[in-house]
């Protein structure tokens, strides 16, 4: 794993995600008081969806490492796609701000004057290529202000030069680890103990990386109805912690 991939999946890279609890400070409210169980099944019916979504951006943003335009067709197909397997209203808003945000800081941390991988360098010096990395995330952000994060964080790890796989260890990690830390802000616990849950679920993130990084089949559509039913009731909620 390269070091623009611990970035990206570092808690402290402004993406957002801090202020979200994914559904769990509703939970919690609701009476929910295993969060690890919470965390896996989010895992298996939301965080390995948006993670093959986030992949498929990558694939289809990957021209750009070496200097190519971006082309924006395929990414609008796939935010269509992904809109279509998210019907509440809510849960589509909340991952649009954060894929937002995430372009935002990416086009500001990956900017015209930083570089991907020493691979990405060395084709764009080949092929006698400009700068891309700010220039193709603010050409995405023009063409779409409805981007949701798995989309986002596909055309950033393309940008990056992140592999496949680890494109989709992010999606997965980020999910696990934005839950585990809103439950810090919601429920009496050790925070050692948050850190266990996401060390414990390390290995089935680990082989859901590699199964869904070579999965070519049509695109999932799980339902969460139980997360997509309570976001609606947390919205309206006065006194609320988290934006989701």
């Given amino acids: ?15 957002g995600a801090y202020a979200h609890s994914l559904g769990l400070e509703q939970a919690v409210a609701d009476g929910l ?18 993670a093959r979504f986030a992949v498929e951006a990558r694939r289809a943003a990957a021209g750009v490492a070496s200097g190519r335009e971006l ?18 209203p809510a849960l589509r808003a909340s991952a649009r701000r954060l894929g937002a ?8 941390a990956f900017g015209a004057r930083r570089t991907a991988t020493p691979a990405a360098v060395a084709a764009r010096h ?19 202000r409805l981007t949701p994060r798995p989309i986002a964080l596909g055309v950033v790890a393309a940008v990056a030069g992140v592999s496949d796989e680890d494109t989709v260890l992010l999606a997965l990690y980020d999910d696990a680890a934005t ?40 695109l999932p559509a799980p339902a969460a109805i139980a997360i997509e039913l309570a976001a609606p009731t947390h919205v309206e909620q006065r006194e609320r912690l988290s934006a989701s």
């Fill in 1 to 15: 794993m390269d070091p623009l991939t611990l970035l990206l999946a570092d808690s402290r890279f402004p993406s």
């Fill in 33 to 50: 008081t295993d969060v690890p169980a919470f965390i896996r099944a989010r895992q298996r019916l939301v965080a390995e969806a948006d």
């Fill in 126 to 144: 080949t092929a006698g290529a400009p700068p891309f990395a700010a220039a193709a995330i603010a050409a995405y952000r023009a063409a779409s």
């Fill in 71 to 88: 082309a924006l067709a395929p990414l609008t197909r796939l935010e269509t796609e992904w809109a279509a397997r998210c019907p509440s």
């Fill in 101 to 108: 945000q995430l372009l935002r800081s990416a086009a500001v």
């Fill in 179 to 218: 839950v585990a830390s809103a439950a810090l802000k919601l429920l009496p616990l050790d925070p050692a103990v948050t850190v266990g849950w996401l060390a414990d679920l390390a290995p089935a993130m680990d082989a859901a990386a590699r199964r869904i990084a070579c999965d070519r089949g049509p």
